[in-house]
């Protein structure tokens, strides 16, 4: 039998629902998720690598499954799928200008090393949400109970007392 493994890369700074609903998602074609959250300095996030590495897995920890293995990257995303022997990335898009971004990058992964990617749009109540709108909201003070975990919500309250 031929297990079926697919990588959702990205930041997740922090993981919010719409992510988790692409988790889901993929979880209904793959036998295995590979969640890797990318250090990325780059983008100054708010969070460290092992923080965002902390709050996928509690977001995640109620699924009742080892089907979703989350765990930091460096690096060239196509160098670290060979640990998990799959040529599969899952990307979330939102928007088509998401999906210009998108695009370009899953050409990348391709001309490096045949990698194929396949795009997944969150659920329509979930689409407006980003790790950005999170942040922003957080950092007034706002409702994020509709938006990320509640493990992640008092991550987000500590962080921005």
Do not use: W
């Not at 659920?123 to 990320?148: F, T, W, Y």
Request: charged letters at 25%; glycine letters at 4%.
């Amino acid at each position: 039998m031929i297990t079926k493994i697919c990588v959702y890369p990205g930041t997740f700074d922090p993981v919010h629902y719409g992510h988790i609903d692409i988790v889901k998602r993929a979880l209904n074609i793959f036998d295995y998720v590979v969640v890797a959250v990318a250090k990325n300095p780059r983008k100054k996030p708010l969070f460290t690598v092992e923080e965002r590495v902390e709050m996928f897995r509690e977001s995640v920890k109620d699924f009742g499954s080892e089907r979703v293995i989350i765990e930091p990257f460096d690096g060239l995303l196509v160098n670290f799928m060979k640990k998990y022997n799959t040529k599969i990335i899952v990307r979330g898009v939102r928007l088509f200008t998401d999906f210009e971004y998108e695009l370009q990058i899953a050409m990348t992964n391709y001309n490096l090393d045949k990698v194929e990617t396949l795009f997944l749009m969150p659920s329509q109540e979930l689409i407006h949400i980003s790790s950005s709108i999170v942040k922003d909201v957080a950092s007034h003070h706002g409702d994020l109970s509709k938006m990320v975990h509640p493990y992640v919500e008092k991550k987000l309250e500590e962080r921005f007392i």
